[in-house]
Each structure stands twice: as C-alpha cells, then as structure tokens.
C-alpha cells in the first residue's frame, strides 16, 4: 500500500464517517421534531378535553339545579320526599338527597355542596348516574319538557354578569387540568393561566410566565358560549425541551459514545497505518543495508577460498598469510555483525540484564577516550575532556556504560569527514551527572533529528553509503540510559556538529 | 592481440577490493581498483577500459549513478555489479 492511497483512504473514511454523523444528527432531530409534533397533538387533544369537561360539569351543576328548582326551591324540609334523589339549592350550596333505601340515618345519604362547587371525578359521575335515575325512573314532564329547559339555558345564558370565578373556581380548573393531561400521559410540569379576551389574567398558576416565549397552548373555554365574555386557557411547558431532549436521551447519549469510539478507533487505525507503512519502509532500508554489510565479508571470504583453490594461479601470487589474514578479518567481522543483530533482538525482547555498580563516569570517559586515542590522532584531531562534574560517581551498569560512549565517540568520529574535534562535558545538574559529546561533523537534519534514536533508522542517503551501520547503535544507547533512568537529548547543526547530551541519575531506584 | 583486457574495479570495502584486484590480476586482467564511485568516473574518464565491476552502496557517488554516467559516455561496454 503506498502512501497515496493511504492518504485517499484515510479521506474517503473520514468523509464517510463526517456524513454519518450528519446523517445520525440529522435523524435526531428528526425524531425530536416529531416526538414535539406527538407532544402538541396530546396537548392539544388534552386541552379540548379540559375545555368539554368545564363544560360538562357546568351542565351538570346547571341541570342539577334545574332539577331541584322543578321539584320546588322553597319547600320545606319537612316535605323532602324520603324516596327519591333531589337537590336543593341555596344561594351558596346544593344539597344532595339520594334515597334512603336502606334505611339508614339521612347524614349517610346527603351530601351538600358549597358553592363554588368542589366535585371530583367520582362525584360527577355519581351526579350523572343521579341525574340520569331521575330523568328516567321518575319521568318528571316538566324536566323532559324541553322547551322550559332551552328556556331557561337561554335564560341562563343572556346572564352575562356571571363571573368566571362563579363559573368555576380555581382548584376545580386545576383537579379537571391535572387529569386531564394524566388521562393523555402527559407528566411534565406546566404552567396556566386564564384570561380574557383583553389579556387580563383571571386565574394563573404561580410560575406563569406572562412574557415567555416558549411554546404556548391556548384553547377557548366555554367555546359554546356566544354570548359571554369568551374566556382562553394558556398553558405552558417551561421544560419542554428538556423534556423532549430526555425522551431520546438512550439514543442521543449511544449514538454519541459510538462516534466516540468510532473516531478515536479510526484514528487509532490511521496512525498505525502509517507507522506501519513507516516501520516497513525503515525494515526495507535495513534489510538491503544489512545484506550489503552482510554480503561483503562473505563475498570476501569466498573469492579469497576461490583465489587458494585456483589451480590456475601460481602458488608464489597466492599469498597465503595474506589471504588467511582476510578471511580472519572477515569472519570476525560477520560475527560482530551478526552479534550485532542477535543483541538487538535480544535486546526487542526485554532479555537484557542490568548489573548495577558503582561507576565513576570520570574514569570511563578516560578510559574509553585512550581506545579511539590513535583513530583521532591519526585523522589529525583532538579530543577534548572538560569534566566539571563534582560528583561523578553513578549507580551504573559498566559494560554498557562502557558501550554507550564508545558508540556515540565512534559515531561523532564516523560522521566528521574533517579533521575531527571531539569535546566532551560534564557536569552535575538535578541529582544527577550530564554527559555532552560534542563533534564538528555533517550534523544532522531537524527532520531526520527525532527519529535517529529509532530502531534501523538511518538518515537516507540512497545507495551512497558514506557511513557503513545498522541503525542499531543510537537504539541501544537510548534504551540502555533509559534503564538507567535518564534521558538523552540531541542539537544539531548541519555541517556545523552535533551535540549528544546524556543525564544519568545518581541513583535510579 | 596481446594486448590485456583493462578492468575498472570500484569498490569501497578494503578487503574485498584487495583481494578481487589481485585475483583477477593472477588471472592475467590489467585491474584498476578504486575505493569510491567519483574517483572511480574520474579514472573511467582519464584512460581506457574494456570492463567494469562496480560495488552499488559506496561513499560519495553510489554505483548506480556511477553506471549511469559511465553509460552516457560509452553505451557499449559491459558493466557488472
């Protein structure tokens, strides 16, 4: 897979991806536009409800009145007939007679009703039952005539003077609401109020907003009335988004997380894709180095077995002690390499064993400089030493230790193609002791600069092999100050030099 | 034709160099060796070969630009790797 279609892959899945999103948003409020299209219809369904229901009990009341006014207002107590049902109305209350069939006392079986009446459900349905037992059991004429009836409503109705608050009272609207809305489902909290065709408030519940401009219902109460004043019922719903909102929570609060994890899984895929692509690139580059630096010794070696055994060739242009010492040279050489390689792996797996002692990194740094002694003088460079350090004796391991700055002297002197000037520092900061190797070579690109410390990375320079190597060394450093608890940092320059800065703890536990 | 055939070696490695210079000069091949792919075009200019071995992953110009070069010059002679 190259890097092109990584990329156009990349897009076309982020584009997908971008589009079900606005899909899946565009689906949500959907879903709430018709979850509040649902919720308008209930109220509405509900307010007509609340509306017929006023008007019902009104008739009720109206027609219980009417009832006892035919069976005589003003009689007396004494005449109330003991068998049957009736009412009688005073000015601010009706009273319920339903007949004592049982015999028991009359408190059991009267009711009265104060005015503004208070009836819950029960009751009216009772009142209708009463009502309907009258009308057919006994059969009353000038009840069914209803002709004295119209006339009366009639009557009733050119009443214009009645107060709303007469018509029903406020404790009665809000019992009749609340059913209501149970009846048709509806839970939330709302808000109500009462006005009239002038806007003026009659009844309101406390937290109606007169200035809200959510979402508000209104239906006519009284809608039968023509007469009177006409009469409007608001209702609002200070949470009906909130409400709507948690009705698709599930689905809003899944559909969430599963972008979550479906970005951040895309994501994930994309980085490694090109790391991989990276990795393989990286192991491609070793591969072909490694059979090159691989490929020599054995190339070497066997021309020089071919040079012996060629009959051909005069024994006296056989050197022997030469050829022998080649092969020598080679073998070891393909042994080292190979070690090399085998270490690494060794290394990948976390097999490695650190065996602390105490150091002092003085004298290693002489030490190691007194190997690359003769290398440097004989390139006409010099190696300097300015340790500063005060304290300069580490819990270390020595071996590897050891290794490190041979490696990073060995790669200051293989990358300076000049007269070399090696400079190393130390000195103490933080708990701990700083190495700094200065070199006046190529110096490395910012670009390459993060990923020297890499495993097989190499700065690419084609087939032009200036500088034979793995691209293991700068991994094996990095790792081993990282056992030791430190760090290792880089500045360069091209063509200036470059400086390695070590820091190593005095004591990594 | 007694002449002998003169062979271009360039090869950065020390050893191998030596070694194929003096094999193939037993043989009877009059054998310039040079350790890098620039000193190797400039000698390839200088005189006259019949044949070019040439090493790819070498120090300052590789052998494949080398071989191109070589190429542009004289399309003729054999040149091996």
């Not at chain 1, 008007?55 to 007939?81: D, R, V, W």
């Not at chain 1, 009412?87 to 104060?114: A, E, R």
């Not at chain 1, 608001?234 to 698709?248: A, D, R, T």
């Not at chain 2, 271009?8 to 094999?23: A, C, M, S, W």
Request: with cysteine; proline share 2%; aromatic share 10%.
């Amino acid at each position: 897979m190259n890097k092109k279609l990584i990329w156009i892959s990349s897009v076309f899945l982020l584009v997908s991806m971008a589009t079900l999103i606005i899909m899946q948003a565009m689906w949500i409020k959907n879903t709430i536009k018709i979850k509040r299209q649902q919720f308008n219809q209930t109220v509405n369904d509900a307010l007509s409800d609340i509306a017929k229901e006023i008007e019902k009990e009104e008739t009720i009341f109206y027609l219980a009145n009417m009832l006892t006014m035919q069976k005589g207002t003003n009689s007396k107590k004494s005449e109330i007939p003991k068998d049957k049902p009736f009412f009688i109305i005073n000015s601010d209350s009706i009273t319920v007679y339903i007949p004592d069939t049982n015999k028991t006392s009359k408190k059991d079986t009267s009711k009265v009703l104060k005015r503004p009446y208070k009836m819950n459900i029960k009751e009216i349905s009772a009142y209708k039952e009463l009502l309907k037992n009258l009308i057919e059991t006994e059969k009353i004429e000038k009840i069914i005539n209803k002709s004295t009836i119209v006339e009366s409503i009639v009557d009733e109705l050119f009443q214009l003077d009645i107060s709303f608050k007469d018509r029903i009272p406020q404790d009665e609207l809000e019992k009749i609401i609340k059913t209501s809305f149970e009846n048709k489902g509806i839970y939330n909290s709302y808000e109500y109020a009462v006005k009239n065709d002038k806007e003026m408030i009659i009844y309101q519940s406390k937290k109606y907003n007169y200035k809200n401009n959510n979402l508000e219902f209104r239906t006519q109460l009284f809608p039968h009335d023509f007469l009177s004043e006409t009469y409007y019922l608001y209702i609002q719903f200070p949470n009906e988004n909130k409400y709507l909102l948690s009705s698709i929570d599930v689905m809003f609060i899944s559909s969430l997380i599963l972008i979550i994890i479906i970005f951040t899984l895309t994501g994930m895929l994309i980085i490694t894709l090109f790391k991989q692509k990276r990795l393989s690139e990286i192991k491609n580059d070793f591969i072909s180095n490694m059979t090159h630096e691989l490929k020599t010794p054995i190339s070497t070696i066997s021309l020089a077995v071919q040079l012996l055994r060629d009959k051909s060739i005069d024994e006296k242009d056989k050197n022997i002690d030469y050829i022998s010492g080649i092969i020598d040279d080679e073998t070891k050489r393909l042994g080292l390499q190979v070690e090399k390689v085998l270490q690494m792996s060794i290394f990948e797996k976390g097999l490695i064993k650190m065996k602390f002692t105490e150091v002092d990194i003085h004298n290693l740094i002489i030490r190691v400089i007194k190997n690359f002694q003769f290398t440097i003088s004989n390139r006409n460079g010099i190696i300097v030493r300015q340790l500063n350090a005060k304290k300069s004796v580490i819990n270390a391991d020595e071996v590897h230790m050891t290794n490190i700055l041979s490696n990073l002297i060995d790669n200051a002197l293989k990358y300076t193609f000049k007269e070399p000037e090696i400079i190393i520092e130390t000195y103490n900061e933080d708990n701990g002791i700083v190495v700094s190797i200065k070199d006046n070579g190529i110096g490395i690109a910012k670009e390459h600069m993060s990923k020297i410390f890499d495993q097989f990375y190499r700065v690419p320079t084609g087939n032009v092999h200036n500088v034979k190597g793995f691209g293991l060394g700068l991994t094996y450093v990095k790792k081993i100050i990282e056992e030791h608890g430190g760090n290792i940092t880089v500045e360069s320059e091209i063509n200036k030099g470059s400086t390695f800065k070590i820091f190593l703890p005095f004591s990594n536990q | 034709m007694n002449q002998k055939v003169r062979i271009l070696l360039v090869e950065d490695d020390e050893n191998l160099g030596q070694l194929l210079k003096q094999y193939l000069t037993a043989k009877g091949y009059e054998t310039e060796w040079y350790v890098n792919g620039e000193k190797g075009f400039k000698a390839f200019i200088n005189s006259f070969f019949d044949f070019c071995i040439l090493d790819i992953m070498m120090p300052v110009k590789d052998g494949i630009t080398l071989a191109k070069e070589i190429r542009q010059i004289n399309s003729d002679i054999p040149i091996m790797f």
